[in-house]
């Protein structure tokens, strides 16, 4: 596709339930990047894929979250047992190239996670 | 720039004035940074980079400026317009040139017709 795609758009989830959010980065891009973003601050860094290997997952806040790219293009961020204080817009982002010369990515939309 | 809690610090010009944001980045090993605009609803829009072996860079309407003695960054936007009125954020590497980005706390941007 033309841009980096991501659904849901938005999702609700009770307090216990689990999650998944998806991600199609731009065709051919190998580096994929999940971003979370709370209300009113910046994007903080979760995880990086470099094509199937994750690379470096280490903003990851909890063993609660968990991402996969198995097949080196769509990846999926799993967030289990969701609580309140994940809520949040979870961003996607991807590039061409890899590690140091992959700055500048482009970012989906997101998806806005609302835990109830 | 900076804020509390979740109130992002405020810049308000005029339409056809120009416009200057700044950011205080952390890490002194940083070699790369970049300026992104985000509107609401959207994710981050790409602006203009810098490394740091530069002080200055210009874009189309846009120009960055890096001070590594002050860790200090700031884009200057030239004859704002309405289109520009968005949350903007600067962003650092870090130690690691991993493509991982470190972002600020944002600015908005109203512009006045």
């Known amino acids: 596709g033309a841009g980096v795609s991501q659904s849901p758009r938005y999702k609700v989830a009770k307090r216990g339930q689990d999650v998944a959010l998806r991600c199609d980065p731009i065709?051919?891009?190998?580096?994929l990047f999940w971003y979370q973003q709370a209300l009113g601050q910046g994007p903080e860094f979760l995880t990086y894929?470099?094509?199937?290997?994750?690379?470096?997952k280490s903003g990851l806040p909890s063993d609660r979250f968990f991402a996969e790219r198995p097949e080196g293009s769509v990846s999926t961020l799993k967030i289990q047992r969701t609580q309140q204080e994940d809520s949040a817009v979870y961003l996607c982002?991807?590039?061409?190239?890899?590690?140091?010369?992959?700055?500048?990515?482009?970012f989906g939309s997101g998806t806005r996670l609302t835990v109830v | 720039g900076e804020s509390v809690g979740l109130h992002l610090p405020t810049l308000s010009v005029q339409e056809g004035d120009n416009s200057i944001i700044n950011c205080a980045y952390s890490?002194?090993?940083?070699?790369?940074f970049i300026w992104y605009k985000q509107e609401s609803g959207k994710g981050p829009q790409f602006i203009i980079d810098?490394?740091?072996?530069?002080d200055k860079r210009q874009g189309q309407r846009v120009t960055v400026l890096l001070n590594k003695t002050v860790k200090h960054l700031s884009l200057q936007i030239a004859a704002t317009q309405p289109g520009d009125s968005a949350v903007y954020f600067c962003?650092?590497?870090?130690?690691?040139?991993?493509?991982?980005?470190?972002f600020g706390q944002g600015t908005t941007l109203q512009v006045k017709p």
């Open positions: 982002a991807s590039s061409a190239r890899t590690g140091g010369d992959s700055y500048g990515y482009t």
């Open positions: 810098i490394r740091s072996n530069m």
């Open positions: 065709s051919g891009h190998v580096s």
């Open positions: 894929f470099q094509n199937e290997a994750q690379l470096d």
């Open positions: 890490n002194s090993a940083s070699d790369y």
């Open positions: 962003a650092e590497s870090g130690s690691g040139n991993t493509g991982k980005l470190i």
